[in-house]
């Protein structure tokens, strides 16, 4: 096995093994671009490292090896005392983990070797000056002492000389700094700065090693799902530097904008400048551009290398690079990180420039990045008043009044007004404040905080973590840094997709995109948004490689004729219960609460016209395309009185003397149907089964209003689906009854209606008998909702408030897996069921149509495991289609 890579005889595919920079550099080595020349350590000598406490034992004689060479090419040896070759030792890890881990520069200078440095440079405060940086770095990272320590010593000598940057220390000043640091280094680690140089190198790979089981890596990892085995390269690269005086210098840039995809010159540079003071922000840098002014060679050779790059990897690229003296050198260059916008206008820019197909553009877009463009935004042209950042944790823009508590949010939202529920942080408590708010803020938390993962749920805008805001719940204010104060009841507006916060109402306009699925926006308009006409193409590509077809939930022909406009196939769930809730409440009730077969038919007859219309809208909605509805699934909780306010309201009348024979009436019913876990009580098929007559109205008022519309010259296609079976036995007796039904109303009105039925699978009984199943199903659709809930014994109502939190962080799973798909537990049950199913009924149509429909993780699943179609609400339709489009290109 071998354990070290030249960057010549890397490449760029080769990233498991050498890293994303060390692959990169690699190719770019091979590519004949100007890389200084370098090795790159294994992540496999990582993972040796890592699994044993030792790195493996050919590394060493490998690396001196390699370093032999690189001596060689280079005519001078590590850290010689006359003219050091000195090396940077950098991280590099598959996946860009940005910050998290170690890099030491200037490898190889010591006692010895800095005034050789100086001499060849012809510059000795630059010497100094790089060997103060280098025990620094290597001080902090190598050796774990406290970074502070260092600045404090560097502000105390430029406070001592009066000045205020460290440009302004000279050569002297640097040398008296370079003493300090090493007495901090032998207080603080109880040793020397090593000076033998190998010590040093062999120091610093082993740190990085280490870094990758640092707190901030590990925590990084889990919350991007990043494996944790997989271990970091070690670049070890010939130094070349920036700030060798004012032919000198270094910058960042990108092939092309990441934040709105154009082409130009996009970057920036510092001159005279190491590339730590770029990022520390120390001076300020000069655009791109003004580099041509400086030095119109390297300008000219780096506008070379950006278009060899481009089109060598067909794609944005991000680059660092250094000019010593007049000469550019490539220190680094990777696929950029762009904005959803610019993803989408990249990928069709690209295949315009005939550099990558359609099927590739689909894969340099996301459904993640379709779902944010698509949320209302602020108007970026009004002026806005900052008032801080967080982390940008569930995306939207919310605007509403500052409220300190759960309870006031609750209040105020109830008599009408817009809240912004602000907290340092919530717990479960919170949870009704967090409804009612339009948006929530903290002040502290990451990514997967209570409030991030709770308002992800929920669909809901938040920033977290706005660690500059103070939070003062008791006093009910907001201080900002600059000193700003926002009392409970001010303005302010939150921007879950930049986690940005204002002061004051931002206006907000709706998302291009949103326009242009509703139809008010054409991409074909000779004004039509960029954005819009780049959309408009990659929605096409997608439908046209897709095979999954794609449905919407939706309960009511305003949410029908949406989903088609966003591109619905049909209806994939119609939850009737939905039809009842608000003024028709009380009719189901009435229905659940009957006692005798008189009040139960009559609670039936007024039920039924009344579905029937809404059948008859929802189909003609829905013309020529399949609607599935579903038969009465409601768990009885939501439909009775909540049985502690009918207890007090009994107790109340009957304390006041007044006459409550209904109440009490009531509320003997509601205790006589009281479940403990209603979720798994009396519901869906079961429930059919014993109210007698339950179903067989709601088919009748299918086949009514089905008849209706094929009267009327419609194509109605209705598909019933009963919920919640988990035996055969269960179907076959609904199925005889509505089979019944539906015959009478053929003939009565002389038609055929060719209507299907069908199941759903939702208990883990139901797909582990699915092949029985099928023998009376046209259909299943897959209730991940209900599945996932009984397959984790999770109460889908409770959990992700309650302990998910905790289960995140301890990263039990990334996300929650009523979120996205369990491959392995939930999905198995879907993929076996799937085949038993088509086993017993090779033309069972399968779907699915719990939330996982619309989950762009979930779809390639269904996808893989060759279900028909997905159905979700009508909002995620565009995300589905293109995710279903990804998954089969
Ligand atoms: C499901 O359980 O996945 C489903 C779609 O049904 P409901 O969410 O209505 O229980
Ligand atoms: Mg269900």
């Not at 877009?365 to 008043?385: C, I, T, Y």
């Not at 005798?596 to 809208?617: C, I, N, S, Y």
């Not at 699978?761 to 909702?785: K, M």
């Not at 069972?844 to 997905?870: A, M, N, Q, R, W």
Request: charge should be negative; hydrophobic fraction near 40%; charged fraction near 25%.
């Amino acid at each position: 096995q071998k354990f070290v890579y030249d960057f010549t005889e890397g490449n760029k595919d080769l990233k498991d093994l050498l890293g994303g920079k060390g692959a990169n550099l690699a190719e770019m080595t091979n590519l004949g671009l100007p890389v200084p020349p370098g090795f790159t350590i294994t992540t496999e000598a990582c993972k040796v490292y890592l699994e044993s406490g030792s790195e493996p034992s050919a590394l060493r004689d490998e690396v001196s090896a390699h370093l032999d060479a690189l001596e060689t090419k280079m005519g001078k040896k590590l850290g010689q005392a006359d003219d050091p070759l000195l090396v940077s030792v950098r991280s590099g890890a598959k996946f860009s983990m940005p910050g998290m881990m170690d890099t030491v520069l200037n490898i190889g200078l010591s006692d010895a070797s800095v005034a050789g440095l100086a001499a060849q440079a012809g510059d000795e405060r630059f010497a100094w000056d790089s060997y103060r940086r280098l025990i620094q770095m290597f001080g902090k990272t190598v050796l774990g002492v406290d970074g502070d320590l260092f600045e404090e010593a560097l502000e105390n000598a430029k406070q001592a000389k009066g000045v205020r940057t460290d440009v302004d220390l000279d050569a002297a000043d640097l040398r008296t700094l370079v003493d300090e640091f090493k007495a901090v280094v032998a207080k603080e680690a109880g040793r020397d700065f090593p000076q033998d140089p190998r010590e040093q190198m062999d120091l610093a790979v082993r740190a990085v090693f280490d870094s990758w089981n640092g707190e901030r890596a590990k925590l990084y990892r889990r919350q991007e799902r990043i494996p944790g085995d997989l271990g970091t390269a070690v670049n070890i690269c010939s130094m070349v530097f920036g700030n060798l005086g004012p032919d000198s210098g270094t910058g960042v840039a990108f092939t092309r904008d990441p934040a709105s995809g154009q082409q130009g010159v996009y970057g920036d540079y510092l001159q005279n400048a190491q590339g730590e003071d770029v990022v520390a922000g120390i001076r300020n840098t000069v655009p791109l551009a003004d580099l041509a002014g400086i030095d119109q060679p390297s300008y000219d050779e780096l506008m070379r290398i950006m278009e060899t790059l481009e089109n060598h990897y067909k794609d944005l690229c991000d680059i660092e690079f250094t000019i010593e003296r007049g000469k550019l050198w490539m220190l680094q260059t990777r696929v950029g990180k762009r904005t959803a916008a610019a993803a989408f206008r990249i990928a069709t820019q690209l295949v315009d420039q005939g550099l990558i197909d359609e099927a590739e553009a689909l894969q340099r877009v996301n459904g993640a990045q379709l779902a944010q463009l698509m949320f209302p935004r602020f108007d970026v042209s009004a002026k806005a008043e900052l008032l801080g950042r967080g982390i940008a944790a569930s995306p939207g823009a919310a605007v509403g009044k500052a409220v300190f508590d759960s309870y006031t949010a609750v209040k105020w939202s109830r008599s009408g007004e817009k809240v912004i529920l602000i907290r340092r942080e919530t717990n479960p408590d919170d949870l009704n404040g967090m409804i009612a708010a339009e948006g929530i803020l903290t002040s502290r938390g990451g990514k997967t905080s209570h409030a991030a993962v709770v308002a992800r749920g929920m669909g809901k805008t938040c920033v977290c973590g706005a660690e500059d805001l103070e939070v003062d719940t008791k006093r009910r204010c907001l201080t900002a840094p600059g000193g700003v104060v926002i009392e409970e009841g001010d303005v302010i507006s939150v921007d879950g997709s930049t986690g940005k916060v204002y002061v004051g109402e931002v206006p907000v306009v709706p998302s291009p995109v949103v326009e242009y699925f509703e139809g008010r926006m054409h991409a074909g308009a000779d004004d039509a948004d960029e954005l819009v006409k780049a959309v408009h193409r990659v929605m096409a590509y997608a439908d046209r490689v897709r095979r999954l077809r794609v449905r919407a939930n939706a309960d009511n022909a305003e949410d029908a004729a949406r989903a088609r406009r966003f591109g619905a196939q049909g209806i994939g769930l119609c939850r009737t219960e939905h039809m009842f809730l608000g003024e028709r409440r009380e009719m189901v009730e009435r229905l659940i609460l009957a006692d005798t077969d008189a009040v139960r038919d009559e609670a039936l007859k007024a039920l039924l016209p009344l579905q029937q219309r809404d059948f008859v809208d929802l189909f003609e909605s829905m013309d020529g395309l399949p609607v599935t509805v579903r038969l009465l699934d409601p768990p009885l909780h939501e439909f009775l009185p909540d049985i502690t306010d009918l207890s007090v309201r009994v107790a109340l009348a009957e304390s006041r003397k007044e006459p409550h024979e209904n109440d009490l009436r009531l509320l003997q019913a509601v205790h006589r149907l009281h479940e403990q876990n209603p979720m798994l009580g009396l519901r869906g098929v079961r429930l059919g089964l014993v109210i007698p007559g339950l179903f067989t109205m709601q088919v009748r008022a299918i086949a009514e209003a089905a008849a209706e519309r094929l009267a009327a010259g419609g194509d109605p296609r209705a598909e019933i689906m009963i919920p919640l079976v988990g035996t055969v036995q269960e179907l076959e007796l609904v199925r005889e009854e509505a089979d019944k039904v539906i015959t009478d109303v053929e003939a009565e009105h002389g038609v055929e209606l060719k209507l299907a039925i069908g199941t759903m699978i939702e208990l883990p009984r139901a797909a582990l008998t699915a092949g029985q199943i099928a023998e009376a199903a046209q259909f299943f659709s897959f209730g991940t909702n209900d599945l996932t809930q009984t397959v984790w014994g999770f109460s889908r109502d409770d959990v992700e408030a309650s302990f998910f939190t905790a289960y995140l962080e301890k990263g039990i799973f990334g996300v929650s897996p009523f979120e996205t798909i369990d491959r392995d537990g939930v999905g198995s049950l879907v993929a076996l069921a799937a085949k038993a199913g088509r086993a017993t009924r090779p033309d069972l149509k399968l779907g699915v149509c719990g939330e996982h429909g619309g989950d762009p993780e979930s779809v390639h699943f269904f996808h893989e495991v060759g279900l028909d179609y997905v159905s979700c609400s009508p909002f995620r339709i565009p995300v589905a289609r293109l995710e279903a489009g990804r998954a089969a290109s």
